[in-house]
């Protein structure tokens, strides 16, 4: 079993950063992927950042230049920096690990972290 904890979401002025901690529970080399999402009132979640198990990472064009994946190994945990925040960043964000088999995919998901960036 798959556990996700985030933490780090809050409220900010528009221009300010926050940092999104997602921690795992066992390794995160055994995930095929994983990185956050985020999904806003009336709207679809979308990808905002993800590694792959090579390394890759993968950004949302709205926040290429703004937000930084990170993560460390030792601690199992996954990191969003997220830098220079607009009031359209304001959603709810999910921690998202994936196993890819040859059958399907196993996608596991934190319990989300509310983001609101608003002056």
């Known amino acids: 079993q798959v556990q996700l904890v985030e933490s780090g979401g809050g409220f900010m002025q528009p221009g300010g950063s926050l940092r999104l901690s997602c921690a795992a529970s066992g390794s995160i080399f055994r995930f095929n992927a994983m990185g956050w999402y985020r999904q806003a009132p009336g709207k679809q979640r979308e990808l905002v950042a993800a590694y792959s198990r090579d390394g890759a990472t993968n950004y949302a064009d709205s926040v290429k230049g703004r937000f930084t994946i990170s993560r460390d190994n030792a601690k199992n945990t996954v990191y969003l920096q997220m830098n220079s925040l607009k009031p359209e960043d304001t959603a709810v964000y999910y921690c998202?690990?994936?196993?890819?088999?040859?059958?399907?995919?196993?996608?596991?998901w934190g319990q989300g972290t509310q983001v609101t960036v608003s002056s």
């Open positions: 998202n690990a994936r196993i890819a088999t040859m059958e399907r995919n196993y996608d596991y």
